[in-house]
């Protein structure tokens, strides 16, 4: 069977087991995704590429499936350049589809040598060459991104994807090519690790994405148990395992005050999953006595500062920390360590920020915004923020939890401070065609405090609230809320 080359790349893609792809069309992808929908692919647009290839990685950070953005060629592709750093510096498995100019098109107004462009955004790329190449280039881009944990650029120029492809094989897709198995720990570096280990005092545990992927949570919370350790998190893991006790927060920059004073009696640290970048030794000062029990997936990672651990044990995490931790039964080893009542006294107050700042007459102290949303907020609903001045309040006072995106939803939030509107919230809540959402907000702000409250499931919108339709199931809501001692009231919306 002949069919066009566009045709067996969105085909390709669907055997990869896409089933979203976030981007804008244009004239060099746009037969690719008018295939791709005709064979069920969802295709998520957006009004800037950018934004879609942002999409795709917080598809993939949550799913741990590649995430797939698209867009044309030359202009198209050049928007892509710092949603890719940021998808490379975070590690994200990531496909971005992009058209490429003709090839024997020269003077194309939209040239662009992607190839370059890549490799200055540290992505990966792969090109259709050829035909006959299809199967190839996407198979390629797709074992290299999972391979290599970054965003890879398959570049296919508009007249290579107009041409024949003789359908006369099943596509066998990237998996074919990586064997499925547990990366398990040396029994020499286990023993090395468990004498460290047992050789401490004060020993604290920090977990970052790794062992969240892997499912470690239960074997870490009972390693801590049996050692005696504290518990930290890496921020993108910000709050998994907070249920514990002993659950110390972040470590690293966004620490309390309560924590680093703690990490600083540290004797030995066990990082599972976790990079242990500069913030996350907050430059090396965090942990200046401790020795460094490491475990990872990879073959090796380098901690913050050019150091290397005292022990690294590669292993996947889960299966890294079931089998310390068996060894140490076996030895009979169990302490208190930290795991005392004056700690857990300690800890009690340990969010409690009891700084006294002055409030210009008219807003409202943004630690205070963020308590209130805290307290509002349902526990399924979680964090989105970006960085800058202001971060610092949702990073160290939130208790929700981190990024969450589920198949068919999309939820963004965002919350700016403004004078002498005290506060600003947008929240935005979509589903797919299938179901249906409905957030009610509301805010109200005083010179004091602020308080909210949500109700993620309510059936109707709050009072004075004016509704506007707009494009199939799209609801806008948009109300204004009183404000005490406030210029002018604060704006909320909601659409789902």
Not at 102 to 112: H, I, K, M, V, W
Not at 205 to 224: E, F, P, T
Not at 418 to 443: D, H, N, Q, Y
Request: charged letters at 20%; aromatic letters at 6%.
């Amino acid at each position: 069977m002949i069919v066009k080359v566009y045709q067996r790349l969105a085909h390709a893609f669907k055997a990869e087991g896409v089933s979203h792809v976030f981007g804008l069309m244009g004239d060099g992808n746009m037969y690719w995704m008018h295939e791709l929908d005709k064979i069920g692919v969802k295709a998520l647009e957006v009004r800037h590429e950018g934004s879609g290839l942002g999409m795709a990685d917080g598809w993939a950070r949550v799913t741990r499936t590649p995430g797939v953005a698209t867009a044309t060629c030359g202009p198209g592709v050049s928007q892509l350049a710092t949603a890719l750093l940021t998808a490379s510096r975070g590690e994200t498995s990531l496909v971005a589809f992009v058209g490429e100019h003709p090839t024997n098109d020269d003077e194309y107004n939209q040239r662009l040598d992607q190839s370059r462009f890549a490799a200055a955004c540290e992505t990966g790329f792969v090109r259709l060459n050829t035909p006959d190449g299809a199967d190839d280039a996407v198979r390629k881009a797709f074992y290299l991104a999972k391979l290599e944990s970054r965003p890879i650029m398959l570049s296919a120029p508009m007249d290579i994807q107009q041409k024949d492809f003789d359908d006369d094989e099943p596509y066998r897709p990237s998996s074919t090519l990586l064997p499925s198995r547990t990366v398990r720990p040396d029994p020499v570096n286990l023993e090395q690790a468990a004498d460290i280990i047992a050789g401490s005092r004060k020993p604290v545990i920090v977990v970052g994405r790794g062992a969240q992927w892997s499912g470690a949570d239960d074997a870490v919370l009972k390693l801590a148990e049996r050692v005696g350790a504290l518990i930290l998190t890496s921020l993108m893991a910000k709050n998994w395992l907070s249920e514990d006790e002993f659950h110390l927060g972040i470590s690293g920059t966004y620490a309390t005050r309560t924590a680093m004073h703690l990490c600083e009696e540290a004797d030995c640290v066990i990082a599972i999953g976790a990079s242990l970048n500069r913030f996350t030794t907050e430059q090396g000062y965090l942990y200046p006595n401790a020795k460094f029990v490491h475990i990872d997936s990879k073959p090796h990672v380098m901690m913050g500062g050019v150091r290397a651990a005292e022990c690294y044990v590669q292993s996947d995490a889960r299966a890294g920390v079931e089998a310390l931790e068996n060894l140490l039964a076996k030895r009979s080893f169990k302490q208190t360590g930290y795991r005392t009542g004056e700690v857990r006294e300690q800890l009690a107050n340990a969010w409690e920020d009891r700084t006294q700042y002055k409030i210009e007459p008219g807003t409202v102290d943004p630690r205070d915004v963020i308590l209130a949303l805290d307290e509002a907020v349902p526990a399924n609903i979680n964090l989105f923020t970006g960085n800058g001045a202001a971060a610092a309040f949702s990073m160290k006072a939130c208790s929700i939890g981190s990024l969450s995106l589920l198949p068919g939803e999309t939820i963004s939030m965002s919350a700016t401070m403004r004078s002498p509107v005290a506060w600003r919230m947008v929240i935005r809540r979509r589903r797919s065609a299938s179901g249906t959402a409905s957030l009610v907000v509301a805010v109200t702000l005083t010179r004091g405090g602020a308080s909210l409250t949500a109700n993620t499931a309510a059936p109707a919108p709050p009072p004075n609230c004016s509704l506007s339709a707009s494009g199939s199931g799209s609801l806008l809501a948009c109300w204004r809320v009183r404000t005490s001692g406030m210029n002018s009231p604060a704006t909320c919306s909601a659409s789902a």
